[in-house]
Structures are given as structure tokens and as C-alpha cells.
């Protein structure tokens, strides 16, 4: 798992790119503000995204654009701790396809006793990182065009999530947590 390489064709690689910056002799194709430093962190930040705003999205393979995207598992395999920590997450809070606790406990954790389940769980994975692109491009790409335009999104974003997650309902005093 997390260990060969990772290709998107397609609007989806285009809003891949337009999220990161780009590295080395790749060229940039967007002129847009860039929310991550890399691939790897949109990699990891969008099916998050995607899951909380319960937005799985698919690739088209009538779609014209010919852009491509994607990772070497080399740098895969270096961040396969945390893509694992980040699938079982996944698998765990997913309730969309109907399983029993056990059986999405056993897709999260048993990936080489459940060849199948755990090719599920990376098609559930797949589906909300491309969810979670579609809700980032929207978010700062779509809409922003001016740094006021990056700023207020960027605020707005942060606010809402504090308000769904109910972060500021979250009474925690730092002294107290440090005596312990």
C-alpha cells in the first residue's frame, strides 16, 4: 500500500498542479496562488477534504484535457506512514458503503489478509482525494484572483472549519494541561 508510483490524467492532475508548487524543471502552467508546498501535502490534505465535505470525485474518461500529474513511490513509500495513518482514518469514519464496524475495521488494518478490502479502501482513498481536490480548486483557485481574494478565502476557510469542528466550543487551559 502506498508504494507504487501514483498518475492522474485529466482536469483533475490540472487542479493537482494549480494547488502546489512546482519543483525542479516542471513547468507551471497556472498563475494562481499556491496553497501547498508540494504534491504530497495536497496528496495527503485532500481526502480529508474531501471525506468532511463528503465529496468523492471520479475521473472522467471522456474528459479532453490532456494534463498529467502524479508522484514516484519513491516519495510515496518515504510518507507511507502517514498515507496509512490517513487511509485508516479514512476507512474508519466512511460510512457510505454500508459496512459493519468489524468489516471497516478489517479494511483499515488487515491490508495483507484482505487483498480485496484493501483495494476497496484505496478506491474510497482515490475517490475523496479527487473529492478534496475539486473542493480545493473551487476554494482557491476558482475563486481567487487578487492576494484580498487568497487572504479572505483563506480566512473564511480556516473559520469554517473551526465552526463545523466546533473548535472554539473547545474550553482548553494550557496551564492546567501542562501540570499534569
Known amino acids: 500500500m502506498f508504494d507504487k508510483d501514483v498518475q492522474i490524467r485529466g482536469r483533475h492532475a ?3 498542479k494549480a494547488l502546489a508548487k512546482t519543483r525542479g524543471n516542471a513547468a507551471d502552467t497556472s498563475n494562481n496562488f499556491k496553497i501547498f508546498e508540494n504534491y504530497m501535502a495536497v496528496y495527503m490534505i485532500a481526502p480529508i ?7 468523492r470525485g471520479k475521473i472522467d474518461p471522456a474528459d479532453e484535457n490532456k494534463d498529467t500529474a502524479g508522484m514516484l513511490a519513491e516519495i510515496l513509500i518515504k510518507n507511507q506512514s502517514k498515507l496509512k495513518y490517513i487511509y485508516r482514518l479514512i476507512v474508519l469514519l466512511d460510512r457510505s458503503e454500508g459496512l459493519t ?15 480485496a478490502g484493501t483495494k476497496a479502501g484505496l478506491q474510497l482513498f482515490h475517490a475523496y482525494f479527487l ?3 475539486e473542493v480545493l480548486h473551487e476554494s482557491f483557485v476558482e475563486q ?12 473564511s476557510f480556516i473559520e469554517e472549519f473551526k465552526r463545523e469542528q ?5 474550553v482548553l487551559d494550557i496551564d492546567t494541561l501542562l501540570r499534569r
Open 131 to 133: 473529492g478534496g481536490l
Open 49 to 55: 477534504i474531501g471525506l468532511m465535505n463528503e465529496r
Open 166 to 170: 466546533g473548535i472554539e466550543k473547545t
Open 144 to 155: 481567487c484572483t487578487t492576494d484580498d481574494d487568497f487572504m479572505y478565502r483563506m480566512y
Open 101 to 115: 464496524d468489524k468489516e471497516r475495521i478489517d479494511r483499515a488494518f488487515r491490508e495483507n489478509e484482505n487483498e
Open 14 to 16: 490540472t487542479y493537482w
